[in-house]
């Protein structure tokens, strides 16, 4: 196994439509618990979030694309209300299985579809802020080029509006760390092979970088992260 090359075959067990429910929905209510310990959006809340929703000095539409257990979302909406800042907040999955365990958050002002990012660009939905977190590496070449397009057409290619993706950066580090850490929390989930799998098939920031193209900066908002941004220029 080397971890110098990203291994676009591996595929995570929760990504097969016929994988176990009970685990795949303990591992999505786990990632509650592990996106808090290390995907650094507590960082990028306080550091590109909350500064672009105060400066908008109006409501704000924030959209989590590819929110499985809803998690994240509800982290963000939970630190702006914190300090009084009035957003509608949007989870979209085309998953159910996701949706039936991010819909625990609903009633924090939080609303959740079943639908996906190009389902919303052909509709005409338009957001301020777009983030997504652990989605990018999911994606085969593709589907990384739709998803990548559709989040900039979402806030008007960037031209208005501020686009997130955060995921992890591969690295053997990353992986050592995660093989051991996990352990208290991975009986009864997947989170042990999928969060591994996962680390095996995530960008640099430099490969990220490239795959992105013009237009994007990748930035590293915490260790063993990657944060892809665009936009951020206020109409
Ligand atoms: C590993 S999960 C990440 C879930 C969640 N964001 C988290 O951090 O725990 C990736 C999710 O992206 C969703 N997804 C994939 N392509 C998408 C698209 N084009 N639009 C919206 N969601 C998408 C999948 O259905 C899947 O639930």
Known sequence: MTLAVRDTQLRELMDDPACDLTRLHTTLRRFSVVNRLVSGWGAVYRSRVAPYLRGLGRPARVLDLGCGGGDVIARLAALARREGLVAEWVGVDPDERAL???????????????????????????????????????????AFAA????????????????????????GRLAYGLYA?????????????????????????????????GTGWRVERPAPFRVLAVAGGRRA
């Open 147 to 170: 998803f990548r397009d559709d989040s900039l057409a979402l806030v008007e290619g960037g031209s208005r509006g501020l686009v997130l993706h955060g995921d992890i950066a591969r």
């Open 180 to 212: 051991v850490g996990i352990t208290p929390l991975a009986p009864g989930s997947f989170l042990r092979t999928d969060g591994l799998r996962s680390i095996r098939r995530s960008y640099t920031g430099p490969e990220l970088a490239t795959a992105l």
């Open 100 to 142: 039936a365990v991010a819909r625990r958050y609903a009633g924090l002002g939080i609303r959740f579809e079943a639908t996906d990012s190009a389902a919303l660009r052909a509709a005409g939905e338009r957001f301020d802020v777009v983030i997504s977190n652990h989605v990018l590496h999911h994606l085969d070449q593709a």
